[in-house]
């Protein structure tokens, strides 16, 4: 079975992060990102799959040079080879462009039996990707997994909701999201982290998959950012004295922001 996992390079949630003041884009090269933590689930998924039979796992994303980093830690998790397509014209590309580069590199490495998600991006969160890239790829999409089962030419999901949970089949080829419930992302051991050193990493530029640059960009984007505020500092918190009020004192706060 050969498995392509979309992973997204993203600032690390407990960095300072923030937009380019130039664009009111994400600054995704000025701050510490990571391989985001929602796409680990997709690719421990991938990895499950394949060791429980035959083939291959690629892993392919779409970002800066810093997005390398992400192929890198999906790499040394085991997978198997990584695709990073990176230019400069993708720089502020929405939901919409960015599903039509991911379909056009998954076509290009070949013809896939699963494509596997994660349910979000932990920096925008929309859970729009799958759907998109599903219907430009015209596969089957079976979303928000949190089991899964590969048996012959059908996957089967369970997508659980808040009052039950739904059984969901599609024959292969087929696009999978999956959620931080279905599994738990191994840790890379010494041994897969030598090992990715030594594996395939392919790049490529929006020439090598057909697509002009008009069609992505921020120029291009159906959504953008008009504008952004900083958080504002904290402020120091309000102390009281306890001199046998204090409780009074407390709900009273609390009943005047009406907490209570």
């Not at 796409?39 to 429980?52: I, T």
């Not at 970002?63 to 720089?91: R, S």
């Not at 009052?163 to 999201?177: D, F, G, K, Q």
Request: charged residues 25%; glycine residues 8%; aromatic residues 4%.
């Amino acid at each position: 079975m050969n498995i392509v996992v979309c992973v997204k390079y993203v600032p690390d949630a407990q960095s300072d992060r923030t937009f380019n003041d130039s664009d009111n884009t994400t600054d995704r090269v000025g701050v510490d990102g990571l391989l985001s933590e929602l796409d680990e689930y997709a690719v421990e998924e991938a990895l499950k799959l394949v060791e429980a039979g035959e083939g291959e796992v690629t892993v392919v994303t779409v970002g800066p040079d810093q997005a390398a980093d992400a192929l890198k830690k999906a790499l040394q998790m085991g997978a198997d080879k990584a695709v990073h397509v990176k230019d400069d014209a993708i720089h502020g590309s929405d939901a919409v462009a960015t599903s039509l580069v991911l379909a056009e590199a998954i076509k290009k490495t070949g013809t896939p039996d699963l494509v596997i998600t994660g349910m979000a991006s932990t920096d925008g969160t929309m859970s729009v990707v799958p759907a998109m890239l599903a219907e430009r790829l015209g596969l089957p999409q079976v979303t928000f997994a949190s089991e899964l089962a590969v048996d012959g030419s059908t996957v089967t999901i369970r997508r659980d909701g808040d009052a039950a949970s739904e059984t969901i089949v599609a024959s292969l080829p087929a696009l999978v999201s999956v959620t931080d419930q279905i599994n738990e992302p191994r840790y890379p051991s010494f041994k897969g982290i030598m090992a990715a050193k030594k594996k395939p990493v392919e790049e490529w530029a929006l020439a090598d998959l057909g697509i002009d640059a008009s069609q992505v960009g921020l120029d291009a984007a159906w959504t953008k950012v008009e504008s952004f505020t900083k958080r504002p500092p904290r402020e120091q918190g309000q102390i009281v004295t306890d001199e046998g009020d204090g409780g009074t004192k407390l709900a009273e706060f609390l009943s005047a922001q009406k907490f209570i």
